[in-house]
């Protein structure tokens, strides 16, 4: 038999996010009204999702979506991941018109702190999603403003 000897945390994975590199989403919160968070939570992931995060978003996006939007999109522009706090954002344009017209989508995601910044909330939308979060966080949920 061995022992731990001195260890001061153990990090238990009961979910198989470690172990089997899965997540799910569990929860969005829609402060917009038009139903379309997990939509932009998407297109602010990667196009190809190679993270257990992202995926659990596209999926989610997949099985909650009347009508798939991916393919009449590519992605014309990133910036990068940056900031105190984070944030990265990503700019999308019709597929096979590029940068030279039609609908523009622009997706960020990073610390709420940082998209609150940059986002027309009010005084009292920015409470509410700043305690949210913190609820969310203490239940283990990731949450994406």
């Not at 919160?29 to 939570?41: H, P, Q």
């Not at 190809?48 to 393919?71: G, L, N, S, V």
């Not at 014309?76 to 999308?92: D, N």
Request: proline share 3%; hydrophobic share 40%.
């Amino acid at each position: 038999m061995e022992s731990l000897g001195a260890a001061t945390v153990i990090c238990l994975d009961k979910t198989g996010t470690i172990t089997e590199n899965r997540m799910s989403v569990a929860e969005v919160k829609d402060y917009s009204g038009k139903g379309r968070t997990l939509e932009y939570a998407m297109w602010a992931s990667e196009p190809a999702p190679f993270d257990a995060m992202e995926k659990a978003i596209h999926e989610a996006y997949e099985k909650t979506t009347a009508a798939d939007r991916r393919a009449g999109f590519e992605l014309i522009h990133e910036y990068p991941l940056s900031g105190i706090p984070p944030m990265m954002t990503h700019v999308y344009g019709v597929a096979n018109k590029g940068k030279t017209g039609g609908e523009r989508i622009v997706a960020a995601k990073g610390a709420v702190e940082r998209i609150l910044r940059i986002c027309q909330v009010d005084e009292i939308q920015q409470v509410d999603i700043l305690e949210n979060t913190k609820g969310m966080a203490r239940r283990g949920i990731v949450f994406s403003a």
